[in-house]
């Protein structure tokens, strides 16, 4: 079975024009944590034992920061920066001991399409909070914009010993543990943020916490459904800032015998968005948002 350098997206940190208002918003309504907070951050966290899934800056625009994932024990952080470079992107931040929540060393690169991807290596883990199927246990996946789908997806496995998982028409899919997919590089003209999504406990939970937005005056922006690839359910709200985020359960869980689907295996029916041919077609709010936010 195939042996992975990283073992999770760990935590994204964001940019926030009112960083009261996005702590307010993250932890009364979609369910997070405060895990610590200084002058012009707030480090907010699920129910499981990441030390944090979000870091929110206070800023000027909405934007994406950077992108965190875990390397394994065994694995050479280091080495790891060095193939990001070798692939095609620059040094940010080489490996050093960190002063953010839940510490450990950790060292940044500039991809190609100009994101940032941080690696973190022995951050302390978190006591994990009582179960709760209404609020977020850990990322599930964070999806990118691309104007070259398949050099990005090369790069996350070429670099950093991903996966491809499915390649859909509009889509890569790439893993560094068993679920399906851990990064999802979309289509688009511009390279931005698409999504965020959060792991809930299951189905219910999902359904509860969209319930709970929607209580809120936060319509849905798709969904609910289930998609095709990774085969997750899902419900997608757009931010007070403009982020798109996803409650998300069930993603598929496999290893080296599943085999790695091409275009056609996920057409739908006309009319269809997603397997049970609920799901409403996405919002105009949410299409544009999937576009909008940049990386810092």
Not at 153 to 164: E, H, K, P, S
């Amino acid at each position: 079975m195939t042996h992975f350098p990283m073992t999770a997206l760990r935590s994204v940190d964001l940019t926030v024009p009112d960083l009261p208002a996005a702590t307010a918003f993250y932890t009364d309504i979609w369910g997070l944590t405060v895990a610590d907070q200084v002058a012009g951050c707030v480090w907010l966290r699920g129910t499981g034992t990441d030390p944090h899934l979000l870091a929110l800056h206070a800023g000027d625009t909405a934007a994406i920061r950077s992108m965190t994932f875990r390397v394994a024990p065994d694995a050479d952080p280091a080495a790891l920066l060095s193939a990001m470079v070798a692939h095609g992107g620059m040094t940010l931040h080489p490996l050093h001991a960190v002063d953010d929540h839940g510490g450990g060393m950790a060292g940044a690169v500039r991809d190609p399409r100009r994101r940032t991807i941080r690696l973190v290596q022995g951050d302390t883990a978190a006591a994990p909070l009582v179960p709760d199927r209404d609020r977020p246990e850990r990322l599930a996946h964070v999806n990118i914009n691309s104007v070259d789908v398949d050099a990005d997806a090369r790069f996350f496995c070429d670099a950093l010993g991903f996966t491809l998982t499915d390649r859909s028409k509009m889509m890569a899919f790439v893993r560094t543990n068993d679920d399906h997919h851990s990064v999802v590089i979309a289509d688009a003209p511009v390279e931005t943020l698409n999504h965020i999504a959060f792991q809930m406990a299951d189905w219910e939970g999902v359904m509860r916490a969209a319930g709970r937005m929607v209580d809120h005056q936060f319509p849905i922006g798709w969904g609910p459904g289930r998609h095709g690839p990774g085969d997750n359910v899902f419900t997608y709200f757009v931010d007070p800032f403009g982020f798109v985020i996803e409650y998300t359960a069930e993603v598929l869980q496999v290893d080296d015998r599943y085999r790695v689907g091409g275009p056609g295996d996920w057409i739908w029916p006309p009319g269809r968005t997603d397997q049970w041919g609920i799901a409403p077609p996405k919002t105009a709010t949410c299409k544009a948002a999937q576009l909008a936010i940049p990386f810092a």
